[in-house]
């Protein structure tokens, strides 16, 4: 009997040891499994990329996922789409989930400033799903272990820089949008503060979130509700508590207004410069147009960053820019997914291939022609104009007086009297963060102290004026004097004789439109008495100019 009892222990124990060795091994493959880099695949991009490489950067540009979909990320900066869209839908719906819809999801999104492409002929909404906006990649994220599955959602390249184009009255066609051009009227600071609102609002009554989840995502699979419930849900609860022990905002840093960014501060934020919740300075930037870039020496609005053994501050021309090497610009490129994308540096890395083909397509991208009118009779006065005036700081052009083409960029950078926060905000500091990186391997930062100045190709459009989007025309511009002090921008007309925003003052001195136009999306006061938002500088550069001038100068920009 005892022999028999023994013999029935040590099965029970070899029992327990292999139940024991078990879960460790599929404990450990659960850590791996979700401590791993697997990011998901843009849901936007074709099963095959093009062997072109221009068409597969154009594709990168517009749908591309540059590996910004994954676990890590969503810890950072992307969001479970179908949480998103339910809380964004259901805050308009003032609670109601029976009357979200995905209409409800994309007005959200639109009063922004984000962008819908119309739809290609034949192709309808039939299934009634929400669907993303031009420049929110989403992918799903899957694990084996544990039976993971999330569709993921964050920002990619054509969130910021497809803008749209615009009629021959000036009326934007938000449905029409370019690839390249930059998308002057999203709100980022305000994107934040509605997700940040509507999250805030869904996690208050979670039966009434999954009932807005259901309705708006009838075909969710038991893996991504089991995603949802167990992990996914849990984890958005508890950060949206911690931020709201830390100050109630969705970031330490403000973005500023419709068309600016402030990628400084979220680069602080990403490496760690930024203590805590305490809000970072200001450092707007205004979104350029693309064209040209590899004009360029240096990047950033301060030149801070070069290639790794290249001049910062060194002429191109032509002929330099074409043989300019396309990895060189990738290589930069691909590091701003660290601030706007979440993306740690040594993740980063991996999209050097996708910004190659995407430096490929810009390299072939022009500005839409400006679709006003053009008084010719002018065009060779301000040619000559901007030759005397212009082109030391923002480059020559040949004489073509119908496409003029860039030929030598100067690539001049100092202090014209602007704002220069944006110079001060990329400190010392932060630049030996950066070099502190793997990115050293491409890079070299530097804290300039100076503004560079920028390419003007497709100017026209890149309204309102200076690095901090704080002069509504260039007319203002070049009438120092009579520039205002605030303004309206987001979703705005284009005036085509001032050559920017369609605005005028009110009774109150506010600049705004006037007339019986709708903007496509919610606008913003610019109050250029507010730190960051100076309008003052660039007034010595215009000074001796004629009136007569400065009107054949508008018109010479027009054509760039």
């Known amino acids: 009997m005892t022999w028999i009892k023994d013999k029935s222990r040590g099965k029970v124990a070899k029992g327990l040891l292999a139940g024991i060795a078990v879960v460790i091994v599929i404990a450990a493959w659960a850590f791996w499994e979700l401590s791993r880099a ?3 695949r843009s849901t936007s991009l074709p099963a095959r990329l093009a062997d072109d490489p221009v068409s597969r950067g154009e594709m990168q540009f517009a749908h591309g996922d540059l590996g910004v979909l994954d676990l890590d990320t969503l810890e950072t900066s992307a969001l479970p789409w179908t949480v998103l869209s339910a809380a964004l839908a259901l805050d308009l719906a003032e609670g109601d989930a029976d009357r979200v819809s995905a209409a409800l999801v994309e007005q959200a999104f639109r009063a922004v400033g984000f962008l819908y492409p119309e739809r290609p002929a034949g192709e309808g909404a039939a299934d009634g799903l929400p669907r993303a906006p031009l420049g929110l990649t989403l992918g799903r994220v899957e694990r084996s272990m544990p039976p993971l599955r999330v569709t993921a959602a964050n920002l990619g390249c054509a969130s910021c820089h497809a803008g749209v184009t615009y009629g021959p009255d000036g009326r934007p066609a938000p449905q029409r949008p370019a690839l390249g051009m930059p998308n002057s009227s999203l709100d980022l600071e305000a994107y934040a503060q509605t997700v940040y609102r509507a999250l805030k609002r869904a996690f208050a009554d979670e039966a009434m979130l999954w009932r807005a989840i259901d309705r708006l995502h009838p075909g969710l699979t038991w893996r991504e509700r089991l995603s949802l419930r167990w992990l996914v849900l849990p984890r958005a609860r508890a950060r949206m508590a911690e931020l709201g022990r830390d100050g109630d905002q969705p970031l330490p840093f403000a973005n500023g207004a419709p068309g600016l960014t402030n990628g400084v501060a979220a680069l602080k934020f990403r490496l760690g410069e930024v203590e805590g919740y305490r809000l970072a300075g200001a450092g707007y930037v205004s979104i350029p147009d693309l064209a040209d870039r590899s004009f360029r020496s240096a990047l950033l609005a301060d030149g801070a960053y070069a290639p790794v053994g290249k001049p910062r501050f060194v002429p191109r021309s032509a002929d330099e820019a074409a043989r300019a090497d396309p990895g060189e610009l990738a290589s930069i490129g691909s590091f701003f997914t660290v601030p706007s994308m979440g993306m740690a540096p040594e993740r980063a890395e991996a999209a050097i291939p996708a910004f190659t083909d995407i430096a490929r397509f810009l390299a072939t991208y022009r500005p839409q022609r400006f679709p006003g009118a053009i008084d010719r009779a002018r065009l060779p006065l301000g040619q000559a104009t901007y030759a005397r005036a212009c082109a030391a700081c923002h480059g020559s052009y040949d004489g073509d007086l119908d496409r003029p083409r860039l030929v030598s960029f100067p690539n001049w950078a100092g ?20 070099n502190g990186t793997v990115y050293r391997r491409h890079m070299t930062a530097a804290a300039t102290g100076k503004l560079a100045a920028p390419l003007l190709s497709g100017v026209w459009a890149t309204a309102p004026y200076l690095t901090n989007g704080s002069v509504p025309t260039l007319w203002h511009l070049l009438e120092p004097a009579t520039r205002p002090e605030r ?18 003052p009110d009774a109150s001195g506010l600049w705004r439109d006037l007339g019986d136009y709708q903007p496509f999306s919610r ?38």
Do not use: C, W
């Open 38 to 40: 697997a990011p998901a």
């Open 415 to 434: 202090d014209v009297g602007t704002d220069m926060s944006r110079a001060r905000a990329f400190d010392g500091s932060l630049a030996a963060r950066v």
């Open 487 to 504: 303004f309206m921008v987001g979703g705005h007309r284009l005036d085509f004789v001032r050559v920017g925003l369609a605005l005028a």
């Open 523 to 560: 606008g913003v006061e610019i109050d250029t008495r507010k730190p960051g938002f100076s309008n003052r500088g660039h007034d010595r550069e215009v000074a001796d100019l004629t009136a007569e001038e400065r009107q054949a100068l508008i018109d010479y920009l027009k054509l760039l």
